[in-house]
């Protein structure tokens, strides 16, 4: 731990391989003037002929590019109209729970208004109405056989 704070000094550079001297290039000999050789001349036909593979070349890149390009607008344009409709189910899907939401406080309101309780109370209070008492009840009893008249007065018995 204490040599930390010592002063001895290491020598790596005995370590390393001996650097390797770059080769010096042997003097430049006296060269002769290079020949040109020149191709033969070129056909009327073989001109045409090149003419006919480079027009023939061209026409193949722009078709592909034409495609390219028609089928790099066409993703564009399904991405664009699926971006479109996702907004689109977004607000329907927002619109369907604000509607879901009122039809649960319209049902609750529905429900309040109908029950037994409120009919009678409206019944009591508005309309002046009360319940019926025992001693309003009518019994009637028939001591025959049921007879139903007919609107041209016939009449038929129930056995």
Known sequence: MAAYNTNTAYDYFGAEPAR??????????PRSVPHVVRPKPKTDEQIKRELTLHAKQILKVIVVAVVLFTLFGSVLFEKAKLVDLTIKEAQYTEALQRAEAKKVSLDARFKSLISVDSVEEYARDKLGMTKRQRYQTKYFVLNGNDEVVLANGKTTENK
Not at 20 to 29: F, H, N
Request: net charge positive; proline share 30%.
């Open 20 to 29: 390797k001297r770059r080769p010096v290039d042997p003097p430049e000999s």
